[in-house]
Nanobody, 113 residues
């Protein structure tokens, strides 16, 4: 499975960005998620979405970020609003089910104050 993330960039605090991730195969039966890794920190879960559209968010992004999936297009998205400098990180998309795990290449999000 290959995952291709896109949509990162430089934005001012309070701004918005939308990340997208395209999979090379059907994602219908997989948990899909976004993780991020800031410099000097461990990779952390940002948001994930189950096959039945159940969603889970890190406390730090609740109310600001929205994860969605389009199974017909094998894509997921992360709408990020009210971005803050502490959201600066490389964002990775993830696909998982049982022992199957795949990661995208990462896309850099930089939020300036």
């Amino acid at each position: 499975v290959q995952l291709q993330a896109s949509g990162g960039g430089l934005v001012q605090a309070g701004g918005s960005l939308r990340l997208s991730c395209a999979a090379s195969r059907s994602i219908t039966s997989f948990f899909m998620g976004w993780y991020r890794q800031a410099p000097g920190k461990q990779r952390e879960l940002v948001a994930r979405i189950a096959p039945n559209n159940w969603r889970d968010y890190a406390d730090s992004v609740k109310g600001r970020f929205t994860i969605s999936r389009d199974n017909a297009k094998n894509t997921i998205s992360l709408q990020m609003n009210s971005l803050q400098p502490q959201d600066t990180a490389v964002y990775y998309c993830n696909l998982a089910r049982a022992s199957i795990v795949a990661w995208g290449q990462g896309t850099l999000v930089t939020v300036s104050s």
